[in-house]
């Protein structure tokens, strides 16, 4: 068993910061997994916001370009998602994604809530 658990979500003003984290747990080679982070808005199909491979190299969505900053710590198991100048188009669940292009095994975490208010 797999777990991701997000954290660090809640409610921002326009302009605003906040860092995701997403912990990984149990039968995962955290190291080689490709981590991303993805968002569904209401009434809106879920979409890439970052990812990292195990070598750290990082993309991004076009929307964030800039503001995000996707890192990870292989020591903790541990992604991260660093969020500035939030905008109210921001808001919108964030989930962790775990792929592991050896095995093609994707995991999915609950997901964690962040709004931002204009």
């Known amino acids: 068993q797999v777990q991701l658990v997000e954290s660090g979500g809640g409610l921002v003003q326009a302009g605003g910061s906040l860092r995701l984290s997403c912990a990984a747990s149990g039968s995962i080679i955290f190291s080689i997994n490709v981590m991303g982070w993805y968002r569904q808005a209401p009434g809106k199909q879920r979409e890439l916001v970052a990812h990292i491979t195990r070598d750290g190299i990082t993309s991004y969505g076009d929307s964030v370009k800039g503001r995000f900053t996707i890192s990870r710590d292989n020591a903790k198991n541990t992604v991260y998602l660093q969020m500035n100048s939030l905008k109210p188009e921001d808001t919108a669940v964030y989930y962790c994604?775990?792929?592991?292009?050896?095995?093609?095994?994707?995991?999915w975490g609950q997901g964690t809530q962040v709004t931002v208010s204009s």
């Open positions: 994604r775990s792929y592991n292009p050896l095995s093609f095994v994707n995991y």
